[in-house]
T-cell receptor, first 113, second 113 residues
Framework: DQQVKQNSPSLSVQEGRISILNCDYT??????FLWYKKYPAEGPTFLIS?????DKNEDGRFTVFLNKSAKHLSLHIVPSQPGDSAVYFC????????????FGKGTTLSVSS | DSGVTQTPKHLITATGQRVTLRCSPR?????VYWYQQSLDQGLQFLIQ???????AKGNILERFSAQQFPDLHSELNLSSLELGDSALYFC????????????FGPGTRLTVT
């Protein structure tokens, strides 16, 4: 059973607008959350992370929000650029399972100019 | 470039065969992780090594095994291959045990015919 869910397989956004990618999780013990970006024929690239003790983390155009009560996190990209077009994976860590990452299935973001 | 290298990039083999995938972590990283990405699936954690010792196991089949050598490179051995083993296999490394951010290699695409 999927513990990390990305319910939107794809998202299309116009250049300059905001992209919001969503992620839900089922295990309230998860203590760290990460977002990765993946281009075709490349490995995932670390983007941004957030600890479960925070509700927001910002890095340039990227902001991650965490709502623990709803077991939901989101990645905001503002402004979106065509180079942001990629597959975005949400991942979490379970302190009982060490530092291995538990991934969602990904959301494909397409940013059109 | 993440600094993690994987060879080979592509591998085509027949059912019942055995293959070895190789990974060199980023310079100085002691932890190596292996993940499998099958069609339409997120990345699934297989196994982690830290400084030569196995640290955590995920959904790794008994037909699969791994090791990490004194120079910290790692190998993933897949034997008695089945059609369902066709997937992308990613290696990732991280600097210290307990660090959550992992840096991924470009992957090895395995096709079993």
């Amino acid at each position: 059973d999927q513990q990390v869910k990305q319910n939107s397989p794809s998202l299309s956004v116009q250049e300059g607008r905001i992209s919001i990618l969503n992620c839900d999780y089922t295990n309230s013990m998860f203590d760290y959350f990460l977002w990765y970006k993946k281009y075709p024929a490349e490995g995932p690239t670390f983007l941004i992370s957030i600890s479960s003790i925070k509700d927001k983390n910002e890095d340039g155009r990227f902001t991650v929000f965490l709502n623990k009560s709803a077991k939901h996190l989101s990645l905001h990209i503002v402004p979106s650029q065509p180079g942001d077009s990629a597959v975005y994976f949400c991942a979490a860590t379970d302190p009982q399972a060490g530092t291995a990452l538990i991934f969602g299935k990904g959301t494909t973001l397409s940013v059109s100019s | 470039d993440s600094g993690v290298t994987q060879t080979p990039k592509h591998l085509i083999t027949a059912t019942g065969q055995r293959v070895t995938l190789r990974c060199s972590p980023r310079s100085g990283d002691l932890s190596v992780y292996w993940y499998q990405q099958s069609l339409d699936q997120g990345l699934q954690f297989l196994i982690q090594y830290y400084n030569g010792e196995e640290r955590a196991k995920g959904n790794i089949l008994e037909r699969f095994s791994a090791q990490q050598f004194p120079d910290l490179h790692s190998e993933l051995n897949l034997s008695s291959l089945e059609l369902g083993d066709s997937a992308l296999y990613f290696c990732a490394s991280s600097a210290r045990y307990g660090t959550y951010e992992q840096y991924f290699g470009p992957g090895t695409r395995l096709t079993v015919t």
